[in-house]
């Protein structure tokens, strides 16, 4: 009971309202029965946290080959954008900025590419936008920035969003590499391909490939079954777009509005024939590794008070956020310490989670970072991951966000507190804590 109630008082500490505030609700510490996930009271009065009241992606299809291969960038960014505009009927120029994580392209034309969207989507010249890179998480790291904006002050209103189209940006290192890196052992560890990353993850953490291959296996199982069953429906915005025969040229309109990298069929004896790609004597494959996807997600985050004001429903709390650095040579263990580090940030324990949503960039790091943690595997990744769903490198985070409190809303009152994590080349991991909504 005292490590709940100390919990408690972290997280009023971090929800008091501020002096200046016009409420003058009170949030009190009290025993509770029901466990340390609902340890604190909240009253409706309360109104300083960033709350979240949309959450929409797009399908995620396999780039180069898949559904929207044919789909500019910035057509499958205003789709989400509009579509957490249109959920909520907000009036767009109260948004005090979009923050959008890419990870691949020219930084500056993804700049400009993004603010054409928002036109697109209906935003006024009078709302500001802008990129974030911080590689796998940064679709995260914009929905963490737009919360800390939040509770800076600087604005009510924000969308943090993400978009990779693989299909189109380029990939690999441009330019010569700094000689002086050849010093600096770490920093070499930085230019490893992500596959190796992945082999040295299963070497140095004796993870088989017997357990990679079954991580996909269900992988795709869950993610098939939440298809059929219609669960991603309501995150899930359709796109009306274009795709262009290869052989005769010929285009069509379609309607986009479902993962095509999902394979139900996928099976542990099929995987098994497959060859290591990045290692001869290697466990890392095409069949365990994450899809190369392009896809989008927007994220619409406000304060309490003022969703409450607009009489808007609230699918999610943004509780906490943390970053932290690894060993560049085996980056794939990023969740495994930033987890910890986020959860223990919100006052609270990892019984306490409900729900874990980790982007399996690789089998061989996701079950490592599951091992490590002792993770219930029934509460990890419920509707599938990347390897079957797909990793759009920069949507990924915002993805992850939207399948969470869509799922923690479905469940219910038994589902209280979940997380997004994932590993970040070049060593680092990043990791979201959110509360169910009303």
């Known amino acids: 009971m005292e490590k709940a109630m100390e919990r408690q008082r972290v997280l009023l500490h971090h929800l008091q309202p501020l002096p200046s505030s ?69 009036d767009p120029s109260e948004v005090g900025d979009i923050v959008v994580g890419n990870v691949l392209g020219s930084g500056s034309q993804k700049a400009t590419e993004f603010r054409m969207a928002a036109f697109y989507a209906g935003f006024p010249e009078t709302v500001p936008i802008r990129t974030v890179n911080r590689q796998c998480s940064s679709g995260l790291q914009a929905v963490a920035d737009v919360a800390a904006a939040i509770k800076a002050g600087f604005y009510d209103i924000g969308i943090g969003a993400g978009l990779e189209s693989m299909t189109t940006s380029p990939r690999g290192w441009k330019g010569s590499v700094n000689p002086n890196v050849k010093k600096f052992e770490q920093a070499q560890s930085c230019l490893l391909p992500m596959g190796i990353t992945s082999e040295n993850v299963a070497h140095r953490f004796g993870v088989s490939r017997e357990e990679q291959d079954q991580a996909a296996v269900d992988s795709h199982r869950k993610a098939a079954s939440a298809t059929a069953s219609g669960k991603f429906k309501d995150e899930i915005t359709p796109v009306n777009t274009r795709i262009v025969d290869p052989k005769t040229g010929d285009e069509k309109p379609i309607t986009v509005s479902v993962d095509d990298g999902i394979r139900p069929t996928t099976t542990h004896s ?169």
Not at 393 to 398: E, H, S, V
């Open 270 to 438: 099929a995987l098994a024939k497959l060859k290591p790609v990045f290692k001869k004597d290697g466990s890392t494959t095409a069949g365990n590794s994450s899809q190369v996807s392009d896809g989008a997600g927007a994220v619409l985050l406000m304060k309490r008070s003022v969703a409450m004001q607009k009489g808007l429903p609230i699918l999610g709390v943004f509780r906490t956020f943390a970053a932290v650095g690894v060993d560049p040579a085996v980056m794939g263990i990023g969740p495994a310490a930033a987890i910890p580090a986020a959860v223990k940030a919100a006052g609270l324990g990892l019984d306490d989670i409900d729900l874990f949503e980790i982007n399996e960039a690789f089998a061989s790091q996701f079950v490592y970072c599951r091992n490590k943690l002792g993770l219930d595997p029934e509460k990890i990744n419920v509707n599938g991951g990347a390897i079957a769903i797909g990793h759009p490198l920069g949507a990924t985070g915002a993805r992850c966000v939207a399948t969470l409190l869509h799922e923690m809303k479905r469940r219910g009152k038994d589902c209280r507190f979940g997380v997004v994590s994932m590993c970040i080349g070049s060593g680092m991991g990043a990791a979201g804590v959110f509360e169910r909504g009303d």
């Open 22 to 90: 016009s409420s003058q609700a009170s949030l009190s510490v009290s025993a509770c029965l029901a466990g340390d996930s609902a340890a604190y009271q909240r009253t409706s009065l309360y109104g300083d946290d960033v709350v979240i009241v949309a959450a929409q992606r797009t399908a995620l299809c396999k780039a180069k080959r898949g559904s929207f291969k044919d789909t500019y960038p910035d057509e499958l960014l205003a789709s989400v954008l509009r579509a957490v505009i249109e959920k909520t009927k907000l």
